[in-house]
């Protein structure tokens, strides 16, 4: 279901990043092939909450990635009220994003000894989202900052506070100015922001109930992290359902230009297991855009489901952590809380394919898609595919009328079979490209029992590079 579409005839530039198939905004026209969605594997345990500071209520994560060391933040202690002072933050660190140790901060005092991860206490610990500022004006001394708040009084009346809090260290926070930078939301869940280097802006996304009273996202855009411009609504398709999503988990996906989220879908009046005192069931679904507003949600079914694990089917587990790392060349790592509300309340990490979150695909009758018009930047065409023994993926490249180009037909082309992250395609002539860069082209995939999940045009000869976020 997609939210807008430009002129089909356009010539979209491309350059040389990745190009992720999870949406149909570079297709012009299919038979015979369908977006799919990738549902992640599920991992290891990386967390058990069972330290006196943490407890069934801890939750709200998020992971940022600083080179090899990734750094994972998280609600500690919460008591009944959401705006109790009582509660707290923590932070966690781990070099391979599997084992995650508690650094011994000292900065506060719980259960009156000050040997804990703690990094702060108070209301705003609540929902405190960190992340890791990459503007390159940012100052040293403000190289982290956060989000932290609560709503004041009922949360549909969406008349909550947001505070801005900054660090040097990601450790010692202090709040960057004494008056809340946002008062226009609910505000009681994950609310979180990001540099966002292709608006060049600070992005924050948060919670607020729509006027049917559904949990909804909102986002808004600051220059300076200090004053933000109005809150805008996510925009879908008309056809879209209008579903709780309680959190986001918003991210400009790495080595792209394509915003991905991971919001947890909330059925409040669901009750799975009737001796667990909350009501409500809950996934994790999958929604794509490239504005940062309007919303692709192509895929209507749950990115993660519960699983067969009956704690998960309590209310407010499976809430996808905010943030993305890199793990391997191969895989991208997330991270998503189970158990929420029982005595063993914990986090697990999930692998995606690096940029395969979705793919065209075609089964054993084969199908093809043909691209509306492009341009690109590079000298070759890399693809992140998959086939069966017996399948294949074949390209053929197009002028902008929609003629084979001398020398690139799928006559000249070996077919692709296999597994491969950075296949290259080669023609008869070889694969250099650089005499088409820059040119108005259109490129047709035929694939046989295969799943052809990014492109790119890329530069030289070695693998290319996928930055970390």
């Known amino acids: 279901m997609r939210s807008e579409r430009t002129d089909d005839h356009a010539v979209l530039d491309i350059g040389s990043r990745v190009e992720m198939l999870v949406d149909e905004w570079l297709v012009a026209a299919k038979q015979g092939v369908a977006l799919q969605l990738t549902p992640p594997v599920k991992r290891e345990i990386v967390l058990e909450l069972d330290r006196p500071w943490e407890g069934p209520a801890s939750g709200y994560f998020s992971v940022l990635q600083e080179g090899e060391r990734i750094r994972l933040y998280y609600r500690g202690y919460c008591p009944d009220a959401d705006a109790s002072e009582e509660q707290v933050a923590c932070c966690a660190e781990s070099n391979d994003g599997i084992r995650f140790a508690r650094p011994d901060l000292g900065l506060y005092a719980f259960g ?34 956060a989000l932290g708040g609560a709503s004041s009084g009922n949360a549909r009346d969406n008349q909550g506070v947001l505070y801005a809090f900054v660090s040097n260290d990601g450790f010692k926070w202090e709040i960057m100015q ?31 109930f729509s006027a049917n009273g559904i949990r909804s996202i ?8 200090r004053t933000w411009f109005d809150f805008r609504p996510n925009v879908y398709a008309e056809d879209a359902p209008e579903e709780h999503f309680y959190t986001n988990a918003t991210v400009l996906c790495p080595g792209t230009n394509q915003y991905v989220a991971f919001p947890k879908r909330f059925f409040p009046a669901r009750k799975k297991v009737p001796e667990h005192a909350g009501s409500g069931v809950s996934d994790a679904v999958f929604i794509t855009s490239r504005d940062g507003v309007h919303w692709d949600r192509s895929f209507l079914e749950a990115w993660c489901r519960p699983g067969p694990d009956r704690r998960n089917w309590t209310q407010r587990s499976n809430m996808v952590a905010a943030g993305m790392v890199q793990t391997s060349p191969e895989e991208f790592s997330l991270y998503i809380s189970e158990h929420y509300a029982w005595d063993d309340c914990r986090l697990r990490r999930v692998t995606v394919r690096r940029h395969g979150f979705a793919s065209m695909h075609a089964g054993a009758g084969g199908g093809e898609f043909t691209t509306r018009p492009l341009r690109f930047a590079g000298n070759r065409l890399v693809l992140n595919y998959a086939t069966s023994a017996a399948g ?27 597994d491969e992250l950075d296949g290259v395609v080669q023609w008869k002539d070889g694969g250099d490209l650089s005499g088409l860069a820059g040119k108005p082209v259109k490129l047709r995939f035929v694939l046989r029992d295969a799943d052809l999940y990014a492109i790119q045009f890329a530069r030289g000869k070695s693998s290319p590079a996928v930055q970390k976020c």
């Open 112 to 145: 009156g000894s000050s040997a804990n991860n703690i990094v702060w206490r108070g209301n705003a610990a609540h929902n405190f989202a960190p992340f890791r500022d990459t503007n390159p004006a940012a100052a040293p001394e403000e190289r982290y900052k």
């Open 178 to 208: 004494g008056d809340p930078v946002m008062t226009s939301g609910s505000f009681d869940s994950q609310n979180i922001a990001f540099w966002d280097e292709r608006s060049r802006t600070y992005r924050c996304y948060s919670r607020y």
């Open 218 to 225: 909102q986002s808004a855009e600051s220059r300076d992290f």
């Open 392 to 418: 294949s993926v074949r390209v053929e490249l197009q002028d902008e009328t929609g003629l084979p180009l001398p020398g690139y037909g799928l006559a000249d082309m070996e077919p692709l079979y296999g």
